[in-house]
C-alpha cells in the first residue's frame, strides 16, 4: 500500500484560496490514479477530483471553475488550488490514490476551514 500525507489546510475567509497537497511514499505514483475527496460534520465522503495518469480530470459541479487539480510525478505529489472557497467548501479533504483493484489508499485528512 502506497502511504500519502497531506499539508495545506487551514482557515480562510469566504473568498480566499488554499492549496492542499498529498506526498505518496512510492515512486509508482505516476501510473495511479489520484484524487481529492472531503467529508464535512455528519455528512458523507464525497469526490472533489480526480486526474488519471494521462492527465484527465474529473471534478464535482459544486468546485467546477474554482478548483484545479494537478499532479507533479517528479515529486511523487498531487495538488489542490482551492480558489474563491465558500463556507460550504469546509470539511476534512483526504488524499486518495488507486491502482486497479491492487489497493485503494488514504490519507489521514486535512482540515479545510472556510469562514464567511
Known amino acids: 500500500q502506497v502511504q500519502l500525507v497531506e499539508s495545506g489546510g487551514g482557515l480562510v475567509q469566504a473568498g480566499g484560496s488554499l492549496r492542499l497537497s498529498c506526498r505518496a511514499s512510492?515512486?509508482?505514483?505516476?501510473?495511479?490514479?489520484v484524487g481529492w475527496y472531503r467529508q464535512a460534520s455528519g455528512q458523507q465522503r464525497e469526490l472533489v477530483a480526480t486526474?488519471?495518469?494521462?492527465?484527465?480530470?474529473n471534478y464535482a459541479d459544486s468546485v467546477k471553475g474554482r478548483f484545479t487539480i494537478s499532479r507533479d510525478n517528479a515529486k511523487n505529489t498531487l495538488f489542490l488550488q482551492m480558489n474563491n472557497l465558500k463556507p460550504e467548501d469546509t470539511a476534512v479533504y483526504y488524499c486518495?490514490?488507486?491502482?486497479?483493484?491492487?489497493?485503494?489508499?488514504w490519507g489521514q485528512g486535512t482540515q479545510v476551514t472556510v469562514s464567511s
Open positions: 486526474i488519471t495518469s494521462g492527465g484527465s480530470t
Open positions: 512510492e515512486n509508482t505514483f505516476r501510473i495511479y490514479v
Open positions: 486518495n490514490a488507486k491502482l486497479g483493484s491492487l489497493f485503494d489508499s
